[in-house]
């Protein structure tokens, strides 16, 4: 008997501990943009192939204000970004600051989205922009943090960490509020470039903050970089039309840790953290140079030549590689060796590159050796083998699917890809395109889409979707 009795107590202890594991494993939800490995994979999410405003629906609910921030996920909670118009109109004292002199480029200069951006933006802005559709602001915004139950999707908390005119406009597809929160299952870091990063625990109590200055993007575009998070470090890129800087902060108190001065013209490109041989390396994406740097000291590594002019996609990695790539004014790919040192142009460090049909404004997604890539803002996908640089297939239309700004999932062997009109289709993941179906909500999507469980969530211009078979 107390044997059984034994027996009985370890198995309730294991299913107890089995139970918890989701709140607790970063690869059971999603901590980050990108993901728990900044891939853009759920490694453990089997979300539904199918749904519709009356299929497949779990729940659906509004969201105050306006961005395209990407929800993150941990236990049962759901972190959102946003900006909510207070109705506070701007008076003549309170105008944004001018803008500074512009960095030189001869590039031209079109409109993007930046970072995977969405939303409008139009409740409580104004149009103007020299034909860029850009929207000014006209009142104060609320930025703010909300907490949602996973479950309900009821608002469980909304923390507003700063009221103030932005100090600039943005791009009419997208947002005051276009940064991702990070999570680490204790500490919550917001984001809100000008108005001010934040570290929250997960009941909102904000525990410190910091000013890093007021961003002026290229042509007012707005911005839409996430910070990267690693162990006790958080790191945030600065590039605008300003002066130039990458800085780490301490997690815990929001003190620098370093600080790097750059030049480079406006990248909405989020950092990625990586290991190799031990050491962790910040890598950042921009048009002058792909720069990796040390993540304890900050000190330059290496650096390759730049990639387009707004460089939006964010670096992904595996197997000692990093593929970073962008395709505004030009279409450029490159997988890079890490553990080399100094300018790697012209070296055998470039370990492949390719120039054609890469995106703008979607990050790419790297589902095992398989790397999938959208073309420019369209519906046209290639997958590659990332160790060979060989196509698998290349520039392939997707049929039923147009503009896309937000970034591909993979999921369970599949592939989402969410259109800007509300159209996603899932893909089988495998060397050869094959659509498995094609779901359409009512409602345009620009937010780069989560899985957790077998839950799939989707952040329209309004709502928030959460998706489960029933």
Avoid at 47 to 65: A, I, M
């Amino acid at each position: 008997m107390k044997n059984t009795a034994l027996l009985l107590t370890l198995v309730a202890t294991a299913l107890t501990a089995s139970a918890a594991e989701p709140s607790t494993s970063a690869d059971r939800n999603w901590p980050q943009w990108r993901g728990p490995a900044a891939n853009g994979i759920a490694p453990l999410a089997d979300p539904p192939t199918e749904w519709s405003e009356t299929k497949n629906l779990k729940w659906k609910v509004k969201l105050p204000g306006s961005g395209s921030a990407t929800p993150i996920i941990w236990g049962d909670r759901i972190f959102i970004l946003t900006a909510v118009p207070t109705g506070k109109k701007i008076g003549a004292t309170a105008a944004p600051a001018p803008a500074p002199a512009p960095k030189k480029s001869s590039e031209p200069q079109k409109a993007p989205a930046p970072g995977g951006a969405g939303g409008k933006g139009g409740k409580g802005g104004g149009k103007g922009g020299g034909g860029f559709g850009i929207e000014t602001p006209t009142e104060v915004q609320r930025f703010a943090v909300l907490c949602l139950d996973r479950k309900t999707g009821r608002t469980l908390w909304d923390r507003t960490v700063r009221e103030a005119v932005p100090n600039e406009g943005h791009h009419r597809d997208h947002g005051w509020a276009s940064g991702s929160a990070i999570t680490d299952g204790q500490w919550l870091i917001a984001p809100f470039g000008s108005q001010g990063i934040y570290a929250l625990d997960l009941d909102g109590n904000v525990k410190w903050q910091r000013e890093l200055g007021r961003q002026r993007t290229r042509n007012s575009f707005g911005e839409g970089s996430s910070a990267a998070l690693h162990g006790d470090t958080v790191v945030m890129n600065w590039d605008h039309e300003g002066e130039d800087f990458i800085v780490a902060l301490d997690k815990r108190t929001g003190a620098d840790r370093w600080k790097n001065s750059r030049d480079e013209i406006t990248t909405w490109s989020t950092p990625l953290i990586v290991e190799h041989e031990g050491k962790a390396q910040v890598v950042v994406n921009a048009t002058g140079a792909v720069r990796g740097y040390d993540l304890a000291s900050g000190k330059p590594l290496w650096e390759a030549s730049g990639q387009s002019v707004n460089a939006i996609p964010s670096p992904v990695t595996t197997a000692g590689l990093v593929i970073v790539m962008s395709g505004y004014t030009k279409q450029m790919l490159q997988a890079i060796r890490l553990g080399r040192t100094g300018k790697l142009d012209g070296t055998d460090a470039i370990a492949w590159s390719h120039n054609k049909a890469t995106p703008y404004v979607p990050s790419p997604l790297l589902y095992g050796d398989r790397l999938y890539f959208l073309a420019s803002n369209n519906g046209v996908l290639s997958c590659f083998d990332v160790r060979t640089g060989k196509a698998h297939f290349e520039a392939q239309r997707l049929e039923g699917m147009r503009g896309v700004y937000a970034s591909p999932l993979g999921a369970a062997g599949r592939v989402y890809v969410v259109g800007r009109d509300g159209t996603t289709l899932v893909l089988k993941d495998a060397p050869v395109l094959e659509t498995l179906a094609t779901n359409k909500l009512d409602e345009g999507i620009d937010a780069s889409p989560v899985a957790v469980g077998r839950e799939l969530f989707l952040r329209g211009k309004e709502h928030l979707y959460c998706i489960a078979e029933k």
